[in-house]
């Protein structure tokens, strides 16, 4: 499979040769392999998928040890729905409910669910006996938590949440049911809730970013973020803040749909909700890019070469602290800043910079063995927060522009629909699988300290686009080369 990618105009220079590096390793046949196993899988079960009369419209294919291998759309629905004696464990709900939504809206889905969930409940008399009925209950209550918890934006609309609490009435007969359901409910408007507050804040926050068109301002003296606040540490920890507000708000829901329908360099970038609300995935990603704005910025606005060494360092800094606390996409967005063009032909300015903290980013930003280093990194964070304990640390941020890419391999990596019209639960799996990482991510709380300055001069302070960064970089530094110096004169009669 040849993976191709086209990155937009305005990513960052060096993001735009990581995403091409990548999809180069993606290419060969180590990298493949390594990346997605489902192959293997397919292999040793050895499935007949072919158009088969053997195949009724209803069956499931098995394992050995009972575990789903693919059915049809219905069968695999009918599995998901609980009775007395039965109730499938919370990884079959959680993959199909995430992954079925490319073939049915929740809102069919969820009707379909309630119809059968009426039909289990009518078909047999001890279902009405209060042991039946708590029974019952027990297992539409793990249904309806495994959805309204970790795919709590299906039920944005009043139609939802009416067929949940229809399910939910089937068997709460007395006290202790009906708190649980209270408890459900109460659960899934809490975040609704803070999904709604968060929006509104995001389009404030787009206003006041649309209408600050003031310019950096260059000075001899030190000026921005190092004057505020020269600690890199609470810089990273204000930076996590940011990151985790915005990366807990992208819903695993919307992730699907970004993968199925947006291509590879596209994914969630321009879509809105009915409301004209930018999606969380979008407003993560713009995040990452005015990031890596800033961080070029704060250098370009110094004029005088040590001023310049200093916060190019305190910069490095921070991102060597992001990476310590967990924060991966704080940490990619300043290295990708301080490296775009403006920033990274300043040799004057780099042959001042401490060399071992240059070494540092090489370290993390290798490419080789698709992202070897970075993954390492990452996988030692994620074992660090599974086994904190009490007040340790235990965010795990990645980085989210390989993330995305990683998880549209692995949804295209597979036919999701099979020759004999099965859908392909072991493909579900894989992909629910690190859908779960991504919940456990980001429903970490961020207990740092807040700096409300610090943070405020990191959301709002203007930056500027390639062609003012440019003009900047040459008052740094004047052209040198002939091409620079031609560089140089079209800009400024561009003005």
């Keep these: 499979m040849t993976i191709r990618v086209s990155i937009l105009p305005e990513m960052p220079a060096l993001i735009r040769f990581i995403l091409e590096k990548q999809a180069a390793i993606l290419t060969s046949s180590q990298s493949q392999t390594g990346m997605i196993s489902l192959t293997q899988q397919v292999n040793a ?13 209803n069956d ?4 050995n040890s009972g575990a789903v291998l693919s059915g049809s759309r219905d069968a695999l629905i009918r599995r998901l729905v609980p009775t007395r004696d039965f109730c499938p464990d919370e990884a079959y709900i959680f993959s199909l409910l995430v992954n079925i939504r490319t073939f049915i809206s929740p809102h069919e889905l969820m009707q379909k669910i309630v119809q059968y969930c009426m039909f289990a409940q009518n078909a047999d008399s001890h279902n009405f006996a209060k042991e039946g009925r708590g029974r019952m209950f027990a297992h539409i209550l793990r249904l309806c938590s495994e ?17 949940l609490n229809e399910l939910l009435r089937l068997c709460a007969v007395d006290k202790t049911y009906q708190q649980k359901t209270t408890d459900l409910q109460a659960t899934l408007r809490s975040s609704l809730n803070k999904l709604d507050r968060y929006e509104k804040a995001v389009a404030n926050l787009q206003k006041a970013l649309s209408e600050n068109t003031t310019l950096p ?11 505020m606040c020269n600690d890199a540490k609470t810089v990273a920890q204000q930076l996590t803040h940011i990151e985790m507000e915005r990366f807990s708000m992208v819903g695993v829901d919307e992730i699907v749909q970004s993968l199925a329908s947006d291509p590879l360099s596209e994914i969630g970038r321009h879509s809105k909700n ?17 990031l890596s704005a800033f961080a070029a910025i704060e250098v370009l606005k110094q004029t005088k070469k040590r001023n310049r060494v200093a916060v190019f360092e305190f910069m490095i800094d921070i991102a060597k ?3 310590e606390i967990g924060n991966f996409n704080s940490m990619m967005a300043i290295v990708a800043g301080l490296s775009l063009p403006a920033v990274s032909r300043l040799k004057k300015t780099w042959c001042r910079v401490e060399k071992s903290k240059l070494e540092i980013l090489q370290h993390q930003l290798d490419p080789s063995g698709n992202f070897l280093s970075y993954r390492a990194t990452i996988k030692a964070a994620q074992w660090r927060a599974d086994s904190a304990r009490g007040n340790q640390p235990k965010i795990v941020i990645p980085f989210f522009v390989l993330l995305l890419k990683d998880l549209f391999l692995i949804y295209h990596g597979h036919p999701r629909i099979l020759p004999n019209a099965h859908l392909n639960f072991m493909a579900f799996n894989q992909l629910a699988e690190q859908l779960r990482d991504v919940i456990q991510w980001k429903s970490t709380i961020c207990t740092f300290e807040k700096n409300p300055q610090v943070l405020q001069y990191l959301l709002i302070t203007a930056v500027s686009g390639e062609k003012d960064s440019m003009l900047m970089s040459f008052e740094c530094e004047p052209p040198e080369s002939s091409s620079e110096r031609e560089q140089h004169k079209k800009l400024r009669g561009g003005k």
């Excluded at 301002?217 to 004057?227: C, I, N, P, R």
């Design 45 to 57: 079960v050895r499935l007949d998928t072919h158009k088969s009369d053997t195949f009724e419209q």
């Design 60 to 63: 499931l294919v098995l394992d």
């Design 147 to 163: 959805w309204a918890t970790n795919i709590p934006y299906d039920f944005k609309t009043e139609y939802m949440r009416t067929r």
């Design 217 to 227: 301002e260059q000075s001899d003296s030190m000026t921005g973020l190092f004057l």
């Design 274 to 290: 009915k409301e004209g609300v930018i999606s969380s995935i979008s407003f993560y990603i713009e995040w990452f890019n005015r």
């Design 321 to 323: 602290e992001c990476c």
